[in-house]
């Protein structure tokens, strides 16, 4: 597995991250971290791992855009010198567009989107041992649906970006499309957003599946 014993691992990201966690840092004992899939992946290293000391950071906070984001993200990200980032953005830049487009202002378009994430990227690509770009996404099978054509295009933003500067993508929405063949979108998100456990778990799952995480490892016998 990549991640070794003291890595601190921050999540940055909106509600899907959030999901009660404390503001504007969550971790440790209690539900600091939240309900998300940060909670699963942080319960899944401690039960697989147990030899392993691994810091899990929540910097998520709800109905955040990547502007949102980039505007605390040296608060709430680069100050607590992570080994590892994982970026989680996108959702509200895109859904702003829909429940609210009179509200221009609110709306973080494409070209935006693109130069944010790539700050943020860049702010910690010298320091940190590796980069996370997890998708945005919409549940909704149907790519002719306009809000999830539109979320593709976010989509494609960020494996442009991991692949110029070396990120681990994870394509969310390419995970939940392939859900969808099996199980309708509101079995873990009426709002085809927010997941519930079952949801937070596939996105842990698909996070895990890029860490060579190994679902067979016993640590070695304590004498």
Known sequence: MIFENYDRIVFAGDSVTDMGS???????????????????????????????????????????????????????????EP????????????WRQFDTPAMRDRCVLPAEY???????ILSVKDS???IFVLSPYYIEPNRADPMRA????YVTICRKLSDRYGCIFIDFQKMYEDFCQYRHSSCIAWDRVHPNQM????????????????????????L
């Open 150 to 153: 539109r979320m593709d295009e």
């Open 199 to 222: 949801g937070a778990t596939l996105m842990a799952r698909a996070f895990l599946d890029h860490c060579g995480f190994d679902y067979a490892h016993r640590p070695a016998s304590v």
């Open 83 to 94: 080994n590892w980032v994982s970026i989680c953005i996108g959702i509200n830049d895109v």
């Open 22 to 80: 404390e503001q504007p840092v969550g971790e440790g004992l209690f539900d600091n971290v939240g309900r998300s899939y940060v909670r699963i992946i942080e319960n899944m290293l401690v039960a697989y791992y147990p030899e392993l000391n691994i810091r899990v950071t929540n910097s998520g906070t709800g109905g955040n855009t990547s502007r949102d984001l980039l505007a605390r993200f040296e608060r709430d990200v680069v100050s607590l």
């Open 114 to 120: 693109e130069e944010n994430l790539e700050k943020m």
């Open 128 to 130: 940190a041992k590796g």
